[in-house]
T-cell receptor, first 116, second 117 residues
Framework: AQKVTQAQTEISVVEKEDVTLDCVYETRDTTYYLFWYKQPPSGELVFLIRRNSFDEQNEISGRYSWNFQKSTSSFNFTITASQVVDSAVYFCALTPYGAAGNKLTFGGGTRVLVKP | GAVVSQHPSWVICKSGTSVKIECRSLDFQATTMFWYRQFPKQSLMLMATSNEGSKATYEQGVEKDKFLINHASLTLSTLTVTSAHPEDSSFYIC?????????????FGDGTRLSIL
């Protein structure tokens, strides 16, 4: 069974502050994919990143960065210099690699509120 | 690229009505589409996997007679909530996997807010 835990249900920051979202996962699969999605108030899910389990390099994309630590089963997400437009719910998700790669298991989500 | 369109975006109807939601891949063919359900302030839960030309695979606890899924073409999957009741009110989101294999990421539609009175 797979499980994704996002312990922080809500984070409130002031604009320009950095914010880190935690994601811890459980899986019996040796290879898998991890994802982060953003869900703004309008409801659509916006794909942010996909990382496979055999690539532990951290990644930076603009103000976003991701820290994958396989040893601790964590895939944390940091927004640097947050902006009001970053206010949204962020979901971490997991799927097995290979023939069972259909199912996305989502974490509970972290609501980020960036105040001006 | 990889745009998924859902229709309608919002529907309000009376209890006992059946409601059909469409999910279309606009610029790619999707042999596999997925239907998720999201209650307010909760996460997304996979309801079923829709495969073009075959029966959908439902997750445990999802009533297949209640939530009818049809994937008649490579660009369209529909979810019909039959005899809807207030407890079926939720946000329904579909996704489609792009071509190139089973490890391609899913791209999501904008969702449908269903309110049953």
């Amino acid at each position: 069974a797979q499980k994704v835990t996002q312990a922080q249900t809500e984070i409130s920051v002031v604009e320009k502050e950095d914010v880190t979202l935690d994601c811890v996962y459980e899986t019996r699969d040796t290879t898998y994919y991890l994802f982060w999605y953003k869900q703004p108030p309008s409801g659509e899910l916006v794909f942010l990143i996909r990382r496979n389990s055999f690539d532990e390099q951290n990644e930076i994309s603009g103000r976003y960065s991701w820290n994958f630590q396989k040893s601790t089963s964590s895939f944390n997400f940091t927004i640097t210099a947050s902006q009001v437009v970053d206010s949204a719910v962020y979901f971490c998700a997991l799927t097995p690699y290979g023939a069972a790669g259909n199912k996305l298991t989502f974490g509970g989500g972290t609501r980020v509120l960036v105040k001006p | 690229g990889a745009v998924v369109s859902q229709h309608p975006s919002w529907v309000i109807c009376k209890s006992g009505t059946s409601v059909k939601i469409e999910c279309r891949s606009l610029d790619f063919q999707a042999t596999t589409m997925f239907w998720y359900r999201q209650f307010p302030k909760q996460s997304l839960m996979l309801m079923a996997t829709s495969n073009e030309g075959s029966k959908a695979t439902y997750e445990q606890g999802v009533e297949k007679d209640k939530f009818l899924i049809n994937h008649a073409s490579l660009t369209l999957s529909t979810l019909t909530v039959t005899s809807a009741h207030p407890e079926d009110s939720s946000f329904y989101i579909c996704s489609a996997r792009t071509e190139g294999g089973i490890n391609q990421p899913q791209h999501f539609g904008d969702g449908t807010r269903l309110s049953i009175l």
